[in-house]
């Protein structure tokens, strides 16, 4: 009876854990996906090939036709994940081509910064690579860690804000400062703890 | 005069945009989808259901079709639909069109789980009738939708009635199928015309002499059997309460059938759109009715607007054979046909015969129109009798959402002729 029980709950048990797994990806956002971190001149630049961001009811608004704003904002902490020392911040508008079935991304920033004729996994690459970090202030022998968050901007929200010329530093930080909404879509990743000088250009 | 004043105001204010204000430079130089360089082809609803827009929502519309796709001008067209409509949300999904390079923009809209609209569909002033209106509140949940409206109405009828009207329907089969009942109660007075009328000699064509109350039961279905073309089936049985209190009830009821065919047709800078109807009233012994008629109306309107100038032809005939009763005789001489004319000097018992016609003009708010026609009883030669007049509308009557409409008619003939003053609004 008591192996039966142990049978019959270890494989529920990894169920909980897959179920849990998959609430936390799907649910929450949050996902393991790996954030690589690589050094590039004064830069820091980031790619997570397991991450996608293109999924859901983003993708959804995307293949009705609609321009989908994502926020990204990376963040570098030194010691503690409180003790913020470098930080970027970029929204990216992304839209379907109805016709040719491409992904189009602008960096909302600099809005001669484009890609075109992508695919979805392109596109998100595409968003990834467009990120950077400055690494000039970086401590070069601290432990660091660095965490990227994206969200979806919501349906109701304009594409561009205020300053029609891009975007603010100042909206985007308002926006990562609130808890995002509960039917807000969003993601948040973590690299493995690093060294400035150990990283790889 | 004031109140002219008002709604002149109102007209120039509530214009809607040029194309150019519609869209502005700025956003054209950011718009960031990249669907924004193909053309709307044309804009719609995803579902079957019949929506109805104001002049304005519809002029928005006609302005995007045509043009690239503007993302912010289109979020505002929906926002703007989402409002008129009261819906929960509402969202665009944009297809490939007809061409390579055009896009059709579709319109969904989510009602949401429930809520509860309240309006005036009608409030309305015409020289020598006075006052009309209607108060309405409708509850919708699902599929479901409830309508209570309360009204005043001294335009539509020989009988000048206050009452309520009730009714439920349900959709189905995606509102291809709309299944309803309706229960109306009234209080009626009369003009002193008609009642001279009725007391000189009652003509035989008339199926009941004055009541002082009615009450109607219709339960119907409607189908939509090839867009836009829709049939609606029903019952009418209708109580008249007699004048005196000792005269026993009479009843009026009917089978009802009615077909109509409702398009839109909308290109760059031109919109048409084709209504027409025919209406079948049948009160048989079948149904246990005191009075058996039968009513035949057809009815079609055709409108062609380009720019800011319009054309709206109306057409409106019908004949009555056996008893009917007051509430169904046809009227002319009110707020929206043959407009100039008072309905009890052209006929104060109203008439089993009708044949009328209507042009009207428009260029931006200005409204200049011409009717036509005459209501008269089996047996008497009809007298056409003419109308014209001048004023300023958003739409083309009082139908539309936030329409409103400022006029003056005159009826035409020899003779001392007084002008008559119409003014209405639906909001």
Partial sequence: ?201 | MKLALVLVAAAILLQPATRADTVTDAERATDLNVNSRYTIESIGFMDQSQYRLSPSAMEEMRLLIGAKLNSEALNRLVQHVRSELRAHDVTFKLVRGGEPGSVKVLLEVDPGPGRIDVSIPQFGYYTGQGWTAAAEATATLGANTLTFRALKDNDSSIEQMAGIQTSYARHLADDRIRLGFEFDAYADQYDPATLAALASAKPSSLGAGAYSSRLNFEPSASFVLAKPLTFTIGVSFEQLQPGFSAAPLESANAVINTLRYHQLWSSDATTQQLDAGYSLHAATTLLGTDLAYTRHTFDVDYLYKHAQQLLEVSVLAGVIYGRAPLFERFVLGDSTDLRGWDKYELDPLGGNRLAYGSVTYGYHILRVFYDAGSVWDQGNAPEARQSAGIGVASGLGLLDRGAFLLAVAFPLRQGHTEPVLIAGMNF
């Fill in chain 1, 1 to 201: 009876m008591i192996v039966w029980c142990q049978r019959a709950r270890q494989p529920a048990l990894r169920y909980f854990i897959v179920a849990l797994t998959a609430f936390d990806l799907l649910g929450l956002g949050i996902s393991s996906a790996e954030l690589a971190v690589r050094s590039s001149g004064d830069e820091l630049q980031i790619a997570a090939p397991r991450l996608h961001f293109l999924t859901g009811k983003s993708l959804q608004r995307l293949h009705d036709g609609a321009a989908v704003p994502f926020d990204f904002q990376l963040t570098v902490a030194a010691g503690s994940r409180n003790n913020v020392v470098a930080r970027a911040l970029e929204r990216f508008v992304v839209s379907y081509d109805v016709w040719e079935e491409k992904f189009s991304v602008v960096r909302l920033r600099d809005l001669h910064k484009s890609g075109s004729h992508l695919s979805a996994s392109a596109a998100e690459a595409w968003c990834l690579d467009n990120i950077f970090a400055s690494s000039s202030n970086l401590p070069p022998g601290q432990q660091l860690r660095a965490r990227l968050e994206i969200r979806a901007a919501e349906q109701k929200e304009p594409a561009i804000m205020p300053q029609d010329t891009g975007i603010s530093l100042t909206a985007l930080i308002e926006v990562f400062s609130r808890p995002s909404r509960p039917q807000q879509e969003h993601w948040a990743l973590e690299s493995a703890p690093f060294r400035l000088a150990d990283l790889k250009p």
